[in-house]
């Protein structure tokens, strides 16, 4: 079905921009932070298992909905809602799913401007032959000051708001093309150094090696939550690059294709960084600038280091681009929607304004770092808040109404064998509900698996 938006040009594109959608900081900068704060092995298992019985069913129930309406998130909840002949309150998960998407991009922009600063850092030759305490220094002093981090934050958001004007068709497809390929092969030349550090093994036990004790509940709900966000559902991005998706287009393979290789690239990133965590005696739970205060060091040490590193972050910040881009989308096509702005005039209001909020996070770091809200500090809050509450609840809201309401799913999955569409339906409209129910009530501490602190 053609949009008024726009549609993509083909098959490649579609799958190229929703991967460069899925494929981002949620794979290179938190799944590896995250995963050493909550202790490696246990968190990954959970991460994994997600994926597969959540994140997949899921991210085809958003393509398959956003291609039936053909709008943005919002518009295609409410005029599904009525085709269906469902009730209104299913719309609630359509504002949802926009405004997870905005309050994302208001910190993923800043945090997409420390990788935009480390580019010219890795190329100045600042990092060869550095020790540990001078690269932990480094990142201190960028994140202490929030003119630099405003900065870097606002030309960020200026690209992306620059790209989200132009249109889905010119702003987008062509950029990613490269990326994938050339993003695998320079982590594939990390994890190389990694091997050669002599603690690789330990690196791949971390990772790999479950232990549960060392998963807290909030570890648990950590999991869950980053299946979501690394794979961009239920933030109205993958509903809305589905709307511009031609019928013929097999939805189940596309994602899974995605879904793969998203899962493949957070997990070499976390084999290229803890190797050389545990080499320079660092601590995998540094938090927020752990591959700030890695990698630096892997390039400071490898031949050709500035080169590579310089490469590495321009790739990071390509990777992140393409990502916010997915992020503002969704909200402008719904203003350009709702109040009948142009396409530019929507993007530079709703983008002025998550850039706004990003001083919030960029404040967490320096002037705002003892502010608490609920023990947390903005930036974590904010992410706490969209990445485990409001992604996984209004997950739970699609699974539900892709699963029960959405008759003709069947018929627009084209899944042909009858297990498999069980499969399908009922991971979504059994599993998932369930699922995300029991893991909100360890949360709040009314079941209690995993430790309690
Ligand atoms: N999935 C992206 C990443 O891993 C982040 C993102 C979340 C993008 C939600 C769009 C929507 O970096």
């Known amino acids: 079905m053609a949009t008024k938006q726009g549609q993509w040009s083909s098959y490649w594109a579609f799958i190229l921009a929703t991967a460069g959608a899925a494929v981002g900081l949620g794979n290179i900068w938190k799944f590896p932070y995250i995963a050493g704060e909550n202790g490696g092995g246990a968190f990954v298992l959970i991460y994994l298992v997600c994926i597969a019985l959540i994140g997949i069913p899921l991210m085809m129930a958003e393509v398959m909905l956003g291609r039936a309406a053909g709008h943005d998130p919002y518009t295609a909840i409410r005029q599904l809602t009525k085709k269906y002949r469902a009730h209104g309150l299913w719309q609630v998960a359509g504002g949802s799913l926009v405004l997870a998407g905005f309050l994302i991009l208001s910190y993923y922009s800043v945090i997409a401007g420390w990788a935009t600063a480390y580019v010219l850092k890795a ?18 002093q960028l994140v202490a000051s ?6 870097w934050h606002t030309l960020m958001m200026s690209m992306t708001i620059a790209i989200v004007s132009m249109g889905v068709e010119k702003g987008l497809e062509r950029s990613v093309l490269y990326l994938f390929p050339s993003m695998l092969a320079l982590l594939l030349v990390i994890v190389g150094y990694s091997m050669s550090t002599g603690y690789f093994a330990k690196g791949l036990s971390f990772l790999f090696y479950p232990d549960f004790n060392k998963l807290s509940s909030y570890g ?3 999991a869950v939550g980053h299946a979501f966000f690394t794979l961009s559902l239920a933030t109205g991005s993958i509903m809305m690059y589905g709307a511009y998706l031609p019928a013929r287009v097999s ?13 493949l690239i957070a997990l070499l990133a976390g084999l290229a960084i803890f190797p050389i965590v545990f080499a320079y005696k660092l601590e995998p739970s540094a938090g927020p600038g752990l591959i700030f205060q890695t990698l630096p ?4 040490q490898m031949p050709y280091g500035s080169f590579f ?11 992140a681009f393409t990502s916010a881009i997915s992020l503002l989308e969704p909200s402008v096509a719904w203003c350009v929607n709702y109040f009948k702005l142009s396409r530019p005039k929507a993007a530079f209001m709703v983008g002025g304004a998550a850039w706004l909020l990003g001083f919030g996070t960029i404040f967490s770091f320096n002037w705002w770092q003892h502010l608490k809200i609920l023990g947390f500090n903005f930036f974590d809050f904010l992410d706490n808040m969209t990445a485990n509450y409001m992604l996984p609840l209004t997950g739970l809201i699609v699974a539900l109404f892709a699963a029960w309401v959405a008759t003709d799913s069947k018929k627009q999955l084209a899944i042909t064998s009858p297990f498999l569409f069980k499969c399908w339906k009922y991971s979504l409209g059994i599993l998932t509900p369930i699922a995300i129910i029991l893991v909100f009530l360890n949360a709040v501490g009314i079941l209690s698996f995993g430790s309690h602190s």
């Open 297 to 300: 060091l892997a390039f400071g």
């Open 123 to 140: 190329a100045s030759g600042i990092f060869f032959e550095a020790d540990a305490s001078h690269i932990n220094a480094l990142f201190h």
């Open 146 to 151: 929030p003119y630099e981090l405003a900065f």
């Open 251 to 263: 939805i189940p393979k596309t994602t899974v294709f995605i879904a793969i290789a998203d899962t």
């Open 309 to 319: 590193g310089m490469v590495f972050f321009m790739m990071l910040v390509f990777a």
């Open 220 to 222: 648990i709900l950590s």
